[in-house]
């Protein structure tokens, strides 16, 4: 199979993965739409693909350190929601992001070979 992107694509991506979570996250509860699907589930997908496109797109990491700092960056974004309106601290919240980054971190490591230019498989 050809390889057809570049790490920097998801470099990209991951960037706006990162601002789109955080301003997500920070928007004060009154502001988010009512209608929602299971929470648990949104901040399962949303770190899915953060750790997806975190691991895609990182050529030198290793795969632990892009776990523990998508993990990480999720408990920054749970303890700041404790200073903003009608959002607070959830450790459910956090073991569904937590899920989300393993489960990303492994279907990018399955994949990354198939698609990356110049992907080699990595731990």
Not at 22 to 49: C, E, M, N, R
Not at 50 to 77: E, H, N, Q, Y
Request: hydrophobic content about 55%; aromatic content about 12%.
């Amino acid at each position: 199979m050809k390889q057809f992107l570049s790490s920097k694509f998801f470099k990209v991506l991951f960037a706006l993965g990162v601002l789109a979570i955080f301003l997500g996250s920070v928007t004060p509860g009154k502001q988010l739409p009512s209608d929602l699907p299971w929470d648990k589930a949104l901040h399962f997908i949303g770190y899915f693909g953060l750790a997806f496109l975190a691991r895609m797109g990182s050529d030198k990491r290793p795969s632990w350190l892009l776990i523990v700092s998508c993990i990480t960056f999720s408990l920054i974004i749970e303890l700041i929601q404790l200073f903003i309106p009608n959002r607070g601290f959830e450790w459910t919240d956090v073991l569904a992001n937590s899920l989300g980054v393993l489960t990303g971190t492994v279907v990018a490591l399955l994949i990354r070979p198939l698609v990356v230019k110049g992907a080699v498989k990595r731990p």
